[in-house]
């Protein structure tokens, strides 16, 4: 499978490590060149560039990608990287992280995200969670 990374940040790479040990085809898009650079260096293919444009999202494969997902530090970026990859370029299935669990109520598909992980959330959950049940 073709997947973009967007974000080449713990997530992403930990994400991009883990797909691309498992046989996919992953390209990672990364605003930074000095981390773009770290990131060939451990043998992930990598775009330096803003995700939530048009060219960087071309030139790592947006238009064969199957599956984006969008990871970085910040959640308009993510949304728009969303939005951009879904309406503009089609792809399949968009994934995207939720840094403040209290902007969660917008990835949603009018945004163009299939799916949305808030690690906090998921965090609070289990806390919460009653060990008895």
């Known amino acids: 499978m073709r997947i973009i990374v967007a974000g080449g940040g713990t997530i992403g790479l930990q994400a991009a490590q883990r797909l691309s040990a498992d046989g996919h085809h992953v390209t990672i898009i990364e605003l930074s060149a000095a981390r773009a650079l770290s990131l060939g260096q451990l043998g992930l293919p990598a775009v330096r560039g803003d995700a939530a444009v048009l060219p ?67 965090l609070l959950s289990l806390i919460e969670q009653d060990p008895g049940a």
């Open 56 to 122: 960087a999202l071309e030139a790592a494969g947006a238009l064969r990608a199957e599956v984006l997902a969008a990871c970085t530090g910040s959640d308009e970026e993510n949304l728009l990287i969303s939005l951009v990859s879904k309406r503009h370029f089609a792809i399949g299935r968009v994934i995207a992280l939720v840094n403040n669990p209290e902007n969660a109520w917008l990835f949603d598909k009018s945004w163009g995200v299939d799916a949305a992980l808030s690690p906090a959330a998921v």
